[in-house]
T-cell receptor, first 113, second 110 residues
């Protein structure tokens, strides 16, 4: 069983819809949670970073972490065609000095005009 | 502007050949990472380094090696390329919890 599970999709929604992307994890040692966005034939770029349980908002994006359920989410409001990309969740353990990330498979998202 | 670059961007090679993929960053980051990305597997860590002369194996290190002789570069070598190593390879560098990714190298092993 993978440490981090993410539905690969693909997910296709109309412009303006609210998008929900999710990951589950099995290792309670994960303390830091990130969402990366990857456009086609490009490298991933950091979109959101969070440490504690709860919500973190940045513009149209909200990252949610529920450590008790080992579940993280990324919500995109008022989705735009430019949001079409693959979204990868990533996690890091709290061990001091450990900088390795464990990634989910990525969810391919298409926003239709 | 500081950046991270990878070369070549595309490479076709034959089974059994030695291949080296270059990664260069100008941020002066101590941490550097190599990943491969395949359908159904996401990004998997191959090797990583926390500083000069430091290298560590990741999740899928068999058949790969790295060396870190300076802060800026972490070349990835495939000792004897296999068809199973056909993939897209990403290099990343970082400080603290953030990693910045290069544009990737698409490698095909025939």
């Amino acid at each position: 069983q993978k440490e981090v599970e993410q539905d690969p999709g693909p997910l296709s929604v109309p412009e303006g819809a609210i998008v929900s992307l999710n990951c589950t994890y099995s290792n309670s040692a994960f303390q830091y949670f990130m969402w990366y966005r990857q456009y086609s034939r490009k490298g991933p770029e950091l979109l959101m970073y969070t440490y504690s349980s709860g919500n973190k908002e940045d513009g149209r994006f909200t990252a949610q972490v529920d450590k008790s359920s080992k579940y993280i989410s990324l919500f995109i409001r008022d989705s735009q065609p430019s949001d079409s990309a693959t979204y990868l969740c990533a996690m890091k353990k709290g061990t001091q000095g450990a900088q390795k990330l464990v990634f989910g498979q990525g969810t391919r998202l298409t926003i239709n005009p | 502007d500081a950046e991270i670059t990878q070369s070549p961007r595309h490479k076709i090679t034959e089974t059994g050949r030695q291949v080296t993929l270059a990664c260069h960053q100008t941020w002066n980051h101590n941490n550097m990472f190599w990943y491969r990305q395949d359908l159904g597997h996401g990004l998997r860590l191959i090797h990583y380094s926390y500083g000069v002369q430091d290298t560590n194996k990741g999740e899928v290190s068999d058949g790969y090696s790295v060396s870190r002789s300076n802060t800026e570069d972490l070349p990835l070598t495939l000792e004897s390329a296999a068809s199973s190593q056909t993939s897209v390879y990403f290099c990343a560098s970082g400080k603290g919890d953030t990693q910045y990714f290069g544009p990737g190298t698409r490698l095909t092993v025939l």
